[in-house]
């Protein structure tokens, strides 16, 4: 036995045998920790006596997969439908977005027909109570445990056998085993790896808590991805009261589903209508916005796009995206000088989606355009109309994927036109009150922004 020092990157959670300025897996500067692994057996890999036998694939049954609901109909949608008994599921977000307070409701739901223990390495028990009380929580199959050392939590969860385990958070848990801080890459990689096996070997089901931490010294989620089944990312402004939850990974179902929470001050509330959440406080006939409707999940959303066009006063102009990829506004901002003459290299361009949303779609490009398009001239687009369609390099706008669901969505929160792709096909199923407005390139939904056609 020997102690062997390995190296970590706090960004992606890469092993490396040597130090180095910079992640050769995810190229992030300054993330490289060093972690010194207690022991480790000296010789040659060797073989177990005891045999084990592989499995037929045939003769392996899944009616086994248990799922139960969670009681939030926004959380079980990016569970995939539920959280599947003894699993391990990771939640991350950054401090104070909400998902302590996630968690603890949940439990009132759970408490109905499991045992939940609930481990905070964060509040003391008296705290917890105070804060369930609050959020209307009193399931007399709730046990609490205010413990940071894993040894004595595993030895709490023996003793108790809950059904569901939540813990929060994982940066707090330390294995007194290993000489490092707690927070640190291998204490929290060793401790997901227990509560892991726990999942599997007892079948409890396991909640784990993430801080998502901007310095380097405290290792954040996103170390923990590969060991985990299913990764929950809780997003949103901390000033707004608005939360996204996203999947972005999930061993039982899909990860393009969102669920949309929002703050109230007796926890968090379920928004069953997220488009209308998105679109509030829109403002009406203001130059540079533009609503389109993307898919999330199997779920079409509506969300705002906003574009700020400015003369820029350097030679060289600002660009900045918030929800919406950097790289795709460059292309759609070059593709608009050279296909629809506007002069855009000389001015500063900023691009936002409201509400927290991220626009990873290209359906959502012509509206992206229409806005950039509208805060250039100076003209609004008019309030009752919605873009969507994708936009190639030679400024032609391609058809785009579950039209008939998106058109639908746009006509239900009341917008009366819709600008869409030329040739998404004849046999369209159109709403009857909504007005298509076919374009086939930008050149063409250009004029109807300056004729006013619309
Ligand atoms: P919390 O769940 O503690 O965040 P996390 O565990 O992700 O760090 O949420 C903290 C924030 O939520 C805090 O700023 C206060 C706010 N909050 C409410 O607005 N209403 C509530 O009922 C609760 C419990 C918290
Ligand atoms: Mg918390």
């Given at each position: 036995m020997k102690s062997k020092s390995v190296f970590f990157c706090t960004e992606c959670g890469n092993e490396t045998p040597k130090w180095s300025?910079?992640?050769?897996?995810?190229?992030?500067?300054?993330s490289i920790v060093e972690q010194v692994e207690k022991s480790v057996k000296s010789g040659k890999s060797s073989r177990i006596a005891s045999p084990v036998k592989a499995s037929?694939?045939?003769?392996?049954?899944?009616?086994?997969?248990i799922r139960f609901p969670t009681g939030m109909g926004e959380l079980d949608r990016v569970l995939g439908g539920g959280a599947v008994k003894g699993s391990l599921v990771l939640v991350g977000g950054a401090?104070?977005?909400g998902k302590s307070t996630l968690m603890l409701q949940i439990c009132q739901h759970l408490g109905a027909f499991a045992k939940v223990l609930y481990v905070s390495g964060e509040e003391s028990a008296h705290q917890l109570k105070l804060r369930a009380q609050r959020l209307g929580v009193d399931s007399g199959n709730l046990y609490v445990l205010s413990e940071t050392c894993l040894g004595k939590i595993l030895n709490c969860i023996e003793q108790e056998a809950p059904d569901v385990l939540i813990v929060d958070?994982?940066?707090?848990?330390?294995?007194?085993?290993?000489d490092s801080p707690a927070g640190g890459v291998g204490q929290v990689k060793d401790c997901t790896m227990s509560l892991m096996q726990l999942a599997k070997g007892s079948e409890i089901t396991v909640f784990v808590i993430g801080h998502v931490n901007k310095e380097g010294s405290i290792a954040g989620p996103k170390v923990l991805e590969h060991m985990v089944d299913c990764v929950l990312y809780f997003e949103g402004?901390?000033?707004?009261t608005y939360r996204i939850l996203r999947a972005v990974k999930n061993r039982f179902g899909a990860t393009n589903e969102i669920g949309v929470f929002e703050m109230m001050d007796r926890g968090l509330k379920e928004v069953e209508n997220p488009s209308q959440m998105l679109l509030s406080g829109r403002p009406e006939d203001a130059p540079g916005t533009c609503v389109t409707c993307v898919m999330e999940g199997a779920r079409p959303v509506l969300a705002e796009i906003q574009a700020l066009i400015a003369p820029s006063s350097g030679s060289n102009p600002r660009r900045s995206c918030n929800g919406f990829d950097y790289q795709r506004a460059a292309m759609l901002l070059a593709v608009l000088e050279k296909r629809?003459?506007?002069?855009?290299?000389?001015c500063d361009a900023y691009l936002n989606i409201i509400g927290g949303l991220t626009l990873d779609e290209p359906a959502a490009d012509l509206a992206a355009v229409v806005a950039i398009a509208s805060s250039y001239l100076d003209k609004p687009v008019p309030g009752q109309m919605a873009a969507m369609g994708e936009v190639g390099l030679s400024g032609e706008i391609r058809s785009i994927s579950h039209l008939e669901q998106r058109l639908s969505e746009v006509q239900r929160l009341g917008f009366t036109q819709c600008m869409i792709p030329?040739?998404?096909?004849?046999?369209l199923k159109v709403p009857s009150q909504l007005q298509l407005l076919p374009v086939r390139n930008v050149a063409q939904a250009l004029q109807l922004l300056v004729k006013g056609a619309i």
């Open positions: 300025g910079r992640c050769s897996a995810c190229g992030a500067w300054n037929n694939i045939t003769d392996i049954d899944t009616a086994q997969e401090p104070g977005i958070s994982i940066q707090t848990l330390y294995n007194e085993e290993l402004d901390q000033h707004m629809g003459a506007l002069k855009l290299s000389q030329a040739n998404c096909g004849k046999d």
